[in-house]
């Protein structure tokens, strides 16, 4: 057995640049031990390749790549699904046919795709003696996302998502971890809750969970460059939200909120105007226009992380659009761009409910402009028009070198 050495199986893997990505090699980049990468080949982002060359941690990751990710994972290519069931499985046998070469002590995979939990299942049905650390990030297993209303979406659409969710996304990729694994790790306790306690052990399988948070890594720019961000002044207030809006990202009660404010006050644009980067339900669009919030709520394309970056720095509000599970009484989803949000320390309007992770956290760090409710809602962007101090607080507790997965 290899003793000073980890194989990961984590489907995709840096310099490809994806928010599990990152997540995987934060999770990993402290732990003192090379280690072998067996992964899919993903775009190279070549400034976040930049970045990892400038990082002595990255040195220790050696990368052998199998088949083409957009081919072997096709979330966004659903017609590519009969190649992609080869290369899954082939992916699989080729995990333990490499992983015997060497006969590693550790084993890591991700949940995202799901795929690297099958490998790291067999690997450890196999070779019984490896410490198996299962990684997670959204649960599979009763997500709220398999239950998203699909009416008012095309057929062609309504098949694809059943499919992937049956082929992407199936329970039993969160189970052989869950049930097989000798750690299981999760970004925080509400999504630990959530996923375990599906399971009739849930006492037991906790013992062997930690929480290793969303974090950032204090060397590279473009977290420095968040830290140091000046905090502009404009006259119109100029509030920000950059991600997808759909599945269970609903903004009824936001919408809602803003049309009253504006039949209120029909000069409230010249007060605070918000804009949404990236993917907006059609059925928003036409609640935008039919509520007259143009000049508002402003529409732009998906941009690109470093642009996102330079946006956020820009603006005076950071709006967080967070996952609403009615009748839900854990809430397992935490969007990552809470982190860039903490960083940057400006004001944030949260639409989240007291379930959520996100809630959590805000009031944690002393926010109080969060909440669902359309009154809520609107109270909190008086708020924020009339101006309130940033809450005071340490980012301490973000810092990625404070971590170390095979300590915690």
Same mark, same amino acid.
């Given at each position: ?7 990961? $199986? ?8 994806? &928010? ?15 280690? *072998? ?6 775009? &190279? ?50 995990? $333990? ?16 795709? !799901? ?32 239950? &998203? ?13 059943? $499919? !992937? ?42 013992? #062997?969970? $930690? ?31 950059? !991600? ?47 509520? !007259? ?7 732009? *394309? ?34 990552? #761009? ?71």
């Amino acid at each position: 057995m290899n003793r000073d050495k980890m194989f990961v $199986v984590p489907g995709s893997f840096v310099p490809y640049n994806d &928010t599990v990505t990152l997540l995987t090699y934060k999770r990993l980049r402290n732990v003192d031990l090379d280690m *072998d990468v067996f992964c899919f080949k993903g775009k &190279t982002d070549e400034s976040l390749l930049k970045v990892l060359e400038k990082d002595e941690q990255y040195r220790k990751f050696h990368m052998i790549y199998t088949s083409d990710l957009d081919w072997s994972v096709p979330r966004n290519y659903p017609l590519r699904l009969p190649v992609s069931l080869f290369l899954m499985n082939r992916y699989v046998r080729d995990a $333990v046919k490499v992983f015997e070469k060497k006969q590693y002590r550790y084993l890591f995979s991700s949940i995202v795709p !799901g795929i690297s939990h099958i490998a790291a299942y067999r690997i450890k049905k196999k070779h019984p003696e490896v410490e198996w650390y299962a990684s997670f990030s959204d649960p599979f297993k009763g997500s709220p996302y398999k239950k &998203t209303e699909l009416k008012d979406r095309s057929l062609i659409y309504r098949i694809a998502f059943k $499919v !992937g969710s049956f082929v992407l996304y199936h329970d039993r990729y969160e189970e052989v971890a869950v049930r097989n694994a000798d750690k299981l790790i999760f970004i925080c306790e509400e999504q630990r809750d959530f996923t375990l306690k599906q399971y009739e052990n849930y006492e037991e399988l906790k013992k #062997k969970s $930690v929480i290793m948070p969303l974090t950032f890594i204090p060397e590279w720019d473009v977290y420095r460059n968040l830290l140091n961000a000046a905090q502009p002044e404009h006259k119109v207030k100029q509030a920000v939200h950059l !991600g997808r809006l759909y599945g269970l990202r609903k903004i009824d009660s936001f919408l809602e909120a803003l049309k009253e404010l504006h039949e209120e006050d029909p000069s409230l644009q010249d007060k605070i105007v918000f804009h949404q980067y990236s993917e907006i339900q059609p059925n928003d669009v036409r609640k935008i226009r039919e509520y !007259g919030l143009e000049q508002v709520f402003i529409l732009h *394309d998906k941009v690109s992380y470093q642009e996102s970056t330079e946006i956020m720095k820009d603006a005076d509000i950071l709006v967080l659009f967070d996952t609403l599970v009615a009748g839900c009484p854990i809430q397992p989803y935490l969007p990552s #761009k809470i982190v860039e949000y903490l960083l940057l320390k400006k004001q944030i309007l949260g639409i989240c409910d007291p379930n959520s992770p996100a809630y959590r956290i805000l009031k944690e760090y002393g926010y109080d402009t969060v909440g669902s409710e359309k009154e809520t809602i609107k109270e909190n962007i008086r708020k924020l028009i009339r101006g309130i101090p940033v809450p005071d607080y340490s980012t301490d507790r973000l810092n990625n070198d404070g971590y170390n997965m095979l300590e915690l």
